[in-house]
């Protein structure tokens, strides 16, 4: 199966799993879970809009994997309750650790052409990814604590305990990410 046609039948499957969880929500009365699909289903779109309008930044792998990423964590973990198992949101965290590095290494190759890629200081590469992967779980964890707080939800059932595991999972996710990623740079240009 080809690339594309892969993507075209994983893309398709997600949006079917929405549709049917969208007419189970209304025939139910969930409309906390109806409003989190369709939150769903727009952050799909969005990045759609932008693997086909900036394909060089968001690649399709990397989309692929925020597209099951946000089906897994908000449709299947918070309307389906599979936070409920144990260590789901630790690998989900840890998951968000390693897309994460992947996405700050695509900016690195966004914003620096093939030549000056091989003048990038790896140290600096290192301290980007890191830094941008631990940024990222910061803000999500203040967006967690923010709807925590505004609308009553209960995303930090485990308060700051809850909040250093994750930030560590994070964190798990950098280090096993960021040495994949510095080879594949190196590895990248000893071949050309």
């Given at each position: 199966m080809?690339?594309r046609?892969?993507?075209?039948?994983?893309?398709?499957f997600?949006?079917?799993?929405?549709?049917?969880?969208?007419?189970?929500?209304?025939?139910?009365?969930?409309?906390?879970?109806?409003?989190i699909?369709?939150?769903?289903?727009?952050?799909?779109?969005?990045l759609g809009?932008?693997?086909?309008?900036?394909?060089k930044?968001?690649?399709?792998?990397?989309?692929i994997?925020?597209?099951?990423?946000?089906m897994?964590?908000?449709?299947?973990?918070?309307?389906?309750?599979?936070?409920?198992?144990?260590?789901?949101?630790?690998?989900?965290?840890?998951y968000?650790?390693i897309?994460?590095?992947?996405?700050?290494y695509l900016?690195?190759?966004y914003?620096?052409n093939?030549?000056?890629?091989k003048?990038?200081n790896?140290?600096f590469?290192?301290?980007?990814?890191?830094?941008?992967?631990?940024?990222?779980?910061?803000?999500?964890?203040?967006?967690?604590?923010?709807?925590?707080?505004?609308?009553?939800?209960h995303?930090?059932?485990?308060?700051?305990?809850?909040t250093?595991?994750?930030?560590v999972?994070?964190?798990i996710?950098?280090?096993i990410?960021?040495?994949?990623f510095?080879?594949?740079?190196?590895d990248?240009?000893?071949?050309?």
């Amino acid at each position: 199966m080809r690339k594309r046609e892969k993507k075209k039948w994983i893309i398709d499957f997600i949006y079917i799993v929405y549709m049917a969880s969208i007419i189970w929500f209304l025939k139910e009365r969930k409309l906390f879970e109806f409003g989190i699909v369709v939150f769903c289903i727009v952050s799909t779109l969005i990045l759609g809009i932008v693997n086909k309008k900036v394909n060089k930044l968001l690649d399709n792998s990397i989309y692929i994997n925020l597209v099951i990423f946000i089906m897994v964590s908000s449709l299947l973990g918070s309307c389906f309750k599979f936070y409920s198992i144990n260590h789901y949101d630790d690998f989900l965290h840890l998951y968000s650790g390693i897309l994460s590095c992947n996405v700050a290494y695509l900016i690195i190759r966004y914003f620096n052409n093939e030549e000056n890629i091989k003048m990038v200081n790896k140290v600096f590469v290192m301290i980007f990814l890191f830094m941008f992967t631990m940024g990222v779980a910061s803000l999500w964890e203040i967006m967690e604590f923010s709807l925590d707080n505004i609308l009553g939800t209960h995303t930090q059932i485990g308060g700051l305990e809850d909040t250093m595991i994750d930030m560590v999972d994070a964190l798990i996710g950098a280090i096993i990410s960021i040495p994949y990623f510095i080879r594949k740079m190196s590895d990248k240009h000893s071949k050309e």
